[in-house]
């Protein structure tokens, strides 16, 4: 099974940039999806970005051209570098797994079955 531990939120202006990084440990399993998720304030939590084994990635229109996700096999550490961020960015962000996966879509919150306990994104105008 996967275990994940987000970090590198932080509060920034409007337009700034941050990049968040999972530590992934605990898995034995040759194809996986990873993903980013949010969930901003009185929002449901949504996808943001997904990669899987073979780094095919996806993205939620809102984000495209802004945000990358990107992971590091030899390390096992997935990134999400965000640009220009936006006050609607704000919120807590988790990252998520699943195994036996490849991206087409992002995914649906209960299509994933491991996740991290967040780190918090904060943009002001």
């Known amino acids: 099974q996967f275990q994940l531990a987000e970090s590198g939120g932080d509060s920034v202006q409007d337009g700034g940039s941050l990049r968040l990084s999972c530590a992934i440990s605990?898995?034995?399993?040759?194809?996986?999806?990873l993903a980013w998720f949010r969930r901003g304030p009185g929002k449901q939590r949504e996808g943001v970005a997904a990669?899987?084994?073979?780094?095919?990635?996806a993205y939620a229109d809102s984000v495209k051209g802004r945000f990358t996700i990107a992971k590091d096999d030899l390390k096992n550490i997935m990134f999400l570098q965000m640009n220009n961020l936006q006050p609607e960015d704000t919120g807590m962000y988790f990252c998520?797994?699943?195994?036996?996966?490849?991206?087409?879509?992002?995914?649906?919150?209960?299509?994933?079955?491991?996740w991290g306990q967040g780190t918090q994104v904060t943009v002001s105008s």
């Open positions: 998520a797994a699943r195994p036996r996966c490849w991206v087409r879509v992002v995914g649906e919150e209960y299509e994933y079955n491991y």
């Open positions: 605990g898995h034995p399993y040759d194809s996986y999806c």
């Open positions: 990669i899987d084994a073979d780094a095919t990635t």
